[in-house]
């Protein structure tokens, strides 16, 4: 009952949030990548740089629109059955380790609190199905830590969980190692050695080697800068990069809890000895620890050292780490609480936990519903109401005001101008990035307006120009004057 009534809140959610906003910039690339005309030209234009995820989401949104439509709601429908699956995988994994209560209380706060997790479940991307995929990788290491010897078709299935994972997304490398290192870790501490289930890691992994030629060219809409900015030293001191959008408040509280609970128990059993390997004897246990402290300690060693990578939606995976700690954390509580207590606790009526649960989906509805208008990314409609008469053709650097307008104002004969020297000058990477992108798009969707700067000049004489940081490759050039229209809107007049 509890994973259903959270998949109708995604979909609500979903349905609501699809109502209002249109799809933005990485949307409308998987709504025009998933309109291609077969199977194979999609993925060669993935593959090309037009997008920069492996093929496994491709893929089975290929079947997906198929199905059920190219519509908004369609495409992003995905995602929300995509979450759903990931909050029952986590339920099922936190109930099998702390019971009924401490499971749903846990995994019911990491998500629904979570406005990282309603953001990417009302957006037709691969980061709910990452979600989706790594619960189920939990749940099958959880059932590793069962026994000592584990039959071959479920190392089998785990290392095709691994495949899938990195096929979704690169960060499928980082969480499944983890998920290794928490297994060796574990096994470590009850003295056993299991070779062939670490090495099913790997070989999942290996899954991944007929898309590294694609990889590397994908990899190339990043040279020579991304748009991402290297992130500072200070966000390793910053808590919030721990907490992958959970609120503070609750961590900090079902901890602090936690550790009074500790207390109390170390003071009624005093003289008795106490180790940590209760805790390292169970995986999944140490799994969640791990991807709490590893994955943003990776992520910005990478970011420094190789290429940025520091985004939150990248790193949402490791928020099942919190759901995993704060069951047991509860759990744990709920031991040590006096029986009068835990009897209350145990023994609420179903009548009474319905209505509770009615209304903390209804409020959560609600506080995502002004959260996802507060994160509207990007406000498209203005574009309407601002820009001037469409007497002449637009011209533009910036990818999302281009796509938004070729899709959805077809009446706006609107142009991507490539100028490999302006994107290079302007500081904001997201040009050079922009570039990359369009080039790729011309190769694989000619019917696309992308054009080079120089050939769109020889052909208009007089043009609109739509861009956020000024017309850069025309600004200087004697042969133009530019007029200012409004804040993002210029018009441009070759002087004879």
Not at 36 to 60: C, E, K, Q, T
Not at 85 to 105: K, P
Not at 276 to 286: G, K, Q, T
């Amino acid at each position: 009952m509890v994973p259903v009534a959270a998949l109708t809140v995604f979909i609500g959610t979903c349905k609501l949030a699809s109502e209002r906003n249109p799809l933005w910039m990485d949307e409308i690339f998987t709504r025009v990548l998933l309109g291609s005309p077969n199977f194979a030209h999609m993925i060669r234009a993935v593959s090309d740089g037009v997008d920069i995820s492996p093929p496994l989401y491709w893929s089975v949104m290929w079947v997906w629109t198929r199905g059920f439509g190219l519509s908004d709601l369609n495409l992003r429908l995905f995602s929300a059955f995509a979450t759903g699956a990931a909050f029952l995988g986590a339920w099922v994994l936190c109930r099998r380790l702390a019971g009924f209560w401490s499971a749903t209380l846990a995994v019911t706060m990491c998500f629904f609190l979570n406005g990282q997790v309603f953001i990417h479940c009302t957006q037709c991307r691969n980061y709910s199905l990452l979600i989706a995929l790594t619960s189920l990788a939990l749940v099958e290491l959880q059932r590793f830590g069962k026994t000592a010897r584990v039959a071959r078709s479920e190392i089998l299935l785990y290392s095709c969980t691994v495949a899938m994972l990195v096929m979704t997304h690169m960060f499928g490398f980082l969480i499944t190692g983890i998920l290794m290192l928490a297994l060796v870790v574990s096994d470590a501490a009850r003295g056993r050695f299991r070779p062939f289930c670490y090495l099913a890691t790997p070989m999942g992994w290996l899954a991944f080697l007929p898309w590294v030629s694609a990889f590397l060219q994908q990899s190339k809409i990043g040279e020579p800068r991304l748009w991402i900015p290297r992130p500072p030293a200070s966000v390793l001191w910053d808590p919030t990069s721990f907490l992958f959008g959970i609120p503070l408040f609750v961590v900090a509280a079902v901890v602090l809890l936690g550790g009074a609970s500790f207390a109390i128990d170390r003071i009624r059993n005093a003289g008795k000895e106490r180790d940590l390997s209760s805790f390292l004897a169970e995986p999944v246990l140490v799994a969640g620890a791990l991807l709490v402290l590893l994955v943003p300690l990776a992520t910005w060693f990478v970011s420094v050292l190789i290429k940025p990578i520091w985004l939150d939606r990248y790193q949402l995976p490791a928020m099942l780490g919190w759901c995993v700690i704060l069951s047991w954390l509860l759990g744990y509580i709920l031991r040590v609480c006096n029986s009068r207590i835990r009897q209350w606790v145990t023994g609420v009526r179903r009548f009474h936990f319905l209505i509770g649960a009615t209304g903390a989906l209804v409020v959560a509805v609600c506080f995502h519903q002004f959260y996802l208008r507060a994160q509207e990314l990007p406000n498209n409609r203005r574009f309407v109401d601002t820009r001037p008469a469409m007497d002449r053709p637009v011209a533009t650097q910036f990818g999302h005001y281009f796509l938004y307008t070729t899709l959805f104002q077809p009446r706006v004969d609107v142009y991507f101008v490539l100028d490999w020297p302006s994107a290079l000058a302007n500081p904001d990477a997201g040009y050079v990035t922009d570039y990359n992108i369009m080039s790729a798009l011309k190769r694989n969707f000619p019917e696309f307006k992308i054009v080079q700067a120089s050939g769109f000049l020889s052909k208009n004489d007089r043009f609109y120009y739509w861009d956020k940081g000024g017309s850069t490759w025309i600004t200087g050039d004697p042969r133009y004057k530019e007029t200012r229209l409004g804040s993002e809107s210029y018009s441009v007049d070759r002087i004879h």
